[in-house]
């Protein structure tokens, strides 16, 4: 069993950043590929950032330059940083590894 726990959301204003780190509780995200997803009130989690275990990387256009995922694997751990945010980004933010996720950290960012 595999447990991720988010840290780093919080209420900023638009251009500004934040840094959102996970932190697996196992070694089973470590061989993974691990990924942050965004969910807006009344819609399904989007893909926001991935990362394998080797550091290959894949984003969406919508925040393609704006967003950088990185990982270590030795300390199990993996972190978004967002850079430039907007009001649209305002959302919940959830660490993926496999079928497990965190429990999800707010990100609201205002005009």
């Known amino acids: 069993q595999e447990q991720l726990e988010e840290s780093g959301g919080g209420v900023v204003q638009a251009g500004e950043s934040l840094r959102l780190s996970c932190a697996a509780s196992g070694t089973f995200c470590s061989l993974y590929v691990m990924g942050w997803y965004r969910q807006f009130p009344g819609k399904q989690r989007e893909l926001v950032a991935s990362i394998t275990s080797r550091g290959f990387t894949n984003y969406p256009d919508s925040v393609k330059g704006r967003f950088t995922i990185s990982r270590d694997n030795a300390k199990k751990s993996v972190w978004l940083q967002m850079n430039s945010l907007k009001p649209e980004d305002t959302g919940v933010y959830y660490c993926?590894?496999?079928?497990?996720w965190g429990q999800g950290t707010q990100v609201t960012v205002s005009s």
């Open positions: 993926n590894c496999g079928r497990y």
